[in-house]
């Protein structure tokens, strides 16, 4: 079975760092795209950042110039470098990847638990 697990969440002042890991586990045959979601009660869910299997990186405008995503493909791991965090920045981050579990299969949408990330002024 696979599975996505998220770490690094946390309380953080203003101005302060996180860096938030999602790793993969299980019959894994290939990894495509990664990327890091977060979710408000008033905003819903909105993409944060993402990276393709070639290196290609996207983020919002909201984090653009702070926050950093990476992958390592040896780990089955992809990584958000979070810095200069906001106030706004607090919510629920999730991680998802898009990957394949056998050969010839589709591909599926799998997502981590969710981490709180919290922010404070």
């Known amino acids: 079975q696979v599975q996505l697990v998220e770490s690094g969440g946390g309380l953080v002042q203003a101005g302060g760092s996180l860096r938030l890991s999602c790793a993969a586990s299980?019959?894994?045959?290939?990894?495509?795209?990664m990327g890091w979601y977060r979710q408000t009660p008033g905003n819903g869910r909105e993409l944060v950042a993402s990276?393709?299997?070639?290196?290609?990186?996207n983020y919002a405008d909201s984090v653009k110039g702070r926050f950093t995503i990476s992958r390592d493909n040896s780990k089955n791991t992809v990584y958000l470098r979070m810095d200069s965090l906001k106030p706004e920045d607090t919510a629920v981050y999730y991680c998802?990847?898009?990957?394949?579990?056998?050969?010839?299969?589709?591909?599926?949408?799998?997502w981590g638990q969710g981490t709180q990330v919290t922010v404070s002024s």
């Open positions: 998802k990847m898009i990957l394949r579990i056998r050969l010839g299969g589709p591909n599926y949408q799998y």
């Open positions: 299980g019959s894994i045959l290939s990894i495509d795209s």
């Open positions: 990276i393709t299997n070639s290196g290609s990186t």
